[in-house]
């Protein structure tokens, strides 16, 4: 059975920095693009944002607007597992953090939900002002 898990979410104050993992069990993604997106509170599942994508030999890197600069998504193909380096958290910040696995290998990272096939559950991060 093929799991992500996301780790390294807690309660931290606006401008800590926290580090998230993703650990995929079940097959090897490799070969497949690795993306984080957010769920912020009060929003659907449909509304989770794109925040950064790493593509399957790092070359391709892609982060949302919101986060440039502050984020730093990479990925231990050897682990088979990806992080994202979270600098200078900001209360609007403050979200559910998914890991995804693409759909297809060899291409992106994309920034669209419906390109990745496979989910964790989720970490949260809490940023207090």
């Known amino acids: 059975q093929v799991q992500l898990a996301e780790s390294g979410g807690g309660l931290v104050q606006a401008g800590d920095s926290l580090r998230l993992s993703c650990v995929a069990s079940?097959?090897?993604?490799?070969?497949?693009?690795m993306g984080w997106f957010r769920q912020p509170p009060k929003k659907e599942r449909e509304e989770r944002e794109f925040?950064?994508?790493?593509?399957?030999?790092?070359?391709?890197?892609a982060y949302a607007d919101s986060v440039k600069g502050r984020f730093t998504v990479s990925r231990d193909n050897a682990k088979n597992s990806v992080y994202l380096q979270m600098n200078s958290l900001k209360s609007e910040d403050t979200a559910v953090y998914f890991c995804?696995?693409?759909?297809?290998?060899?291409?992106?990272?994309?920034?669209?939900?419906?390109?990745?096939?496979?989910w964790g559950q989720g970490t949260q991060v809490t940023v207090s002002s």
């Open positions: 995804a696995a693409a759909d297809v290998p060899y291409r992106g990272p994309s920034r669209e939900r419906d390109d990745y096939g496979y």
């Open positions: 079940g097959r090897s993604f490799n070969n497949y693009a």
């Open positions: 925040v950064a994508g790493i593509n399957w030999y790092t070359a391709n890197i």
